[in-house]
């Protein structure tokens, strides 16, 4: 970095702001005690010319030298006005204006990462409740499959009750206790029995 060339460049933007201060404080001088001054001074001094301060002065002197040494007199004075406290003030507000600067970007920061770990927290929620209501929905599934199974498995036990009745009712001479403690093989089986020991006892 050229300090010389960034020192001259700098000094040369504030001679030509310090011209423009004294032509607008002429300006509001002349518009109290000459107007007709006050207007060809405003129409002399356009945007244009306050660009440069040497030459608006330089064009100055050739059309009113008055003007021209007045102009010169007024920004002097407010340099030496100004140029006192101008160093410190110029620090200060560079200090301060990049501590301002850097909290709102850190604040920014903090709030786009803040507005992203919500969206985070809402997709961890989301698919929590997701997964739960998929578990919920496995143990409905789960439930009405068993007890449509136990439904059935209660029908078929009751059919099977009913040809039971059905039975006794066909055959009164067997008593519900005999069916029940002897089932039909074993009854089979006496009756086989029964029959084989019938001949041996005519022998």
């Not at 560079?94 to 786009?112: A, C, D, K």
Request: charged content about 30%.
């Amino acid at each position: 970095m050229d300090i010389k060339r960034s020192t001259k460049s700098t000094a040369n933007m504030l001679i030509n702001f310090l011209t423009f201060e004294a032509v607008k404080t002429i300006a509001e001088q002349l518009e109290e005690t000459d107007k007709l001054k006050a207007l060809w001074f405003n129409q002399f001094s356009t945007r244009e010319r306050l660009q440069n301060g040497e030459l608006y002065i330089k064009d100055l002197f050739e059309v009113h030298q008055e003007m021209a040494f007045r102009v010169m007199t007024v920004r002097e004075h407010l340099a030496n006005e100004i140029l006192e406290f101008l160093p410190e003030m110029t620090r200060t507000g560079i200090q301060q204006s990049n501590m301002q600067l850097r909290r709102r970007h850190f604040e920014r920061i903090m709030s786009v990462q803040a507005s992203e770990g919500y969206s985070e927290c809402e997709n961890l929620v989301s698919d929590e409740m997701t997964r739960t209501g998929i578990q919920q929905s496995n143990m409905q599934l789960r439930r009405r499959h068993f007890e449509r199974i136990m439904s059935v498995q209660a029908s078929e036990g009751y059919s099977e009750c009913e040809n039971l009745v059905s039975d006794i009712d066909q055959n009164p001479e067997v008593s519900s206790v005999d069916i029940l403690e002897f089932p039909p093989e074993v009854a089979a089986d006496s009756n086989v029995d029964g029959d084989r020991s019938s001949p041996q006892s005519n022998q």
